[in-house]
């Protein structure tokens, strides 16, 4: 079946816009993460999406970034009021539930973020 | 707080030797242990992870890992590299909660040369 797919693939914005990442997970993967991977790192955490529900959101780094699951499946990652130290992939991942850590996440290609 | 250290951002071997990717964590807790591989312009893929019992762990591609507690290290090795295995690899832990958020080590890039 189908991947975890994010769009778009690449995005150019201009320093102090709104942008919008979408991620479509796996059908019927109830868990959603958000990760955020800077040049020459590893991915950091986001956010952790139960079903609709942000379970977790401990990683978003202040109140520019917010994320909504209102379905439980498809999750849009919002940023306002972007800098350029946003610029970044933007990984996504799904799980089948929280399932604890044994659960495999399977990732999608992410979002190459640039703020110009 | 956990962490993750990969020893070496870059490491280069040659077709047919070892490969050894180094990886020592931090965890407060008992740990699950992952490795990631990730190749150009793809997301990334489990290898391989150390949740419970055998603290040997085999993975896809011909790749193992060993959790040595004492230690505290999950270092990846496959006996004969391949040109295919050239990626980025990378090194996680997560505590042994509810769900999977990972702390991923700043990765290491693995070149394979004829």
């Known amino acids: 079946g189908a991947g975890v797919s994010q769009t778009p693939s690449n995005k150019v914005t201009e320093k102090g816009k709104y942008v919008e990442l979408r991620c479509d997970p796996i059908?019927?993967?109830?868990?959603l993460y958000w990760y955020r991977q800077s040049l020459g790192q590893g991915p950091e955490f986001l956010i952790y999406f139960q079903g609709t529900g942000a379970a977790d959101d401990s990683g978003l780094p202040n109140d520019r970034f917010f994320a909504v699951r209102p379905e439980g499946s498809v999750s849009t990652l919002k940023i306002q009021r972007t800098e350029r130290g946003d610029s970044a992939v933007y990984l996504c991942?799904?799980?089948?539930?929280?399932?604890?850590?044994?659960?495999?996440?399977?990732f999608g290609q992410g979002t190459r973020l640039t703020v110009v | 707080a956990q962490s993750v250290t990969q020893l070496g951002s870059h490491v280069s071997v040659s077709e047919g030797a070892l490969v050894l990717l180094r990886c020592n964590y931090s965890?407060?807790?008992?740990?699950?242990l992952f490795w990631y591989v990730q190749y150009p312009n793809q997301g990334l893929q489990l290898l391989l992870k150390y949740t419970t019992g055998a603290t040997l762990v085999k993975g896809i591609n011909g790749f193992e890992a060993e959790f040595k507690k004492s230690e505290t290290s999950f270092h990846l090795t496959k006996p004969s590299a391949h040109m295919s295995d050239a990626a980025e690899y990378f090194c996680a832990v997560s505590d042994s909660g509810g769900y999977n958020k990972l702390i991923f080590g700043a990765g290491t890039r693995l070149a394979v040369h004829p």
């Open positions: 991942a799904s799980s089948l539930n929280g399932g604890g850590a044994a659960t495999e996440a399977f």
């Open positions: 059908s019927g993967h109830t868990a």
């Open positions: 965890s407060s807790v008992p740990p699950y």
